[in-house]
Nanobody, 127 residues
Framework: QVQLVESGGGSVQPGGSLRLSCTAS????????VGWFRQAPGKEREFVSA????????DYLESLKVRFTISRDTGKNTVYLGMTSLKPEDTAVYYC????????????????????WGQGTQVTVSS
């Protein structure tokens, strides 16, 4: 049974930083692709970033690539999303997802390509 567990969310003031974690059990993240998505209140879920386990290659939503960084610790079977200079519009539930194959840009940003999903972690940016 595959489980993805996100952690690291919370409340932060504008300009602050957070690092989200996505830890998997029952699946080796380095064998596929891990994506981060987010859903703000009243909006559709959107792609944030992805990391290809086999190559280490990454993709980002263009507007976030300066402030967000995806990384991994293969020994811990964990993928991270580092977020800096947070803005109120970054407030959302952040989800990690895992695909069992290597996904490239056009697929990596598509929710339908991911098989496993975590429960989400809330990030609130407010003064």
């Amino acid at each position: 049974q595959v489980q993805l567990v996100e952690s690291g969310g919370g409340s932060v003031q504008p300009g602050g930083s957070l690092r989200l974690s996505c830890t998997a059990s029952g699946f080796t993240l380095s064998s596929g692709t891990v994506g981060w998505f987010r859903q703000a209140p009243g909006k559709e879920r959107e792609f944030v970033s992805a990391l290809r386990g086999t190559t280490g290659g990454t993709d980002y939503l263009e507007s976030l690539k300066v402030r967000f960084t995806i990384s991994r610790d293969t020994g811990k079977n964990t993928v991270y999303l580092g977020m800096t200079s947070l803005k109120p519009e970054d407030t959302a539930v952040y989800y990690c997802a895992a695909a069992i194959r290597t996904l490239y840009r056009s697929d990596a940003s598509s929710e339908t390509q991911y098989t496993y999903w975590g429960q989400g972690t809330q990030v609130t940016v407010s003064s």
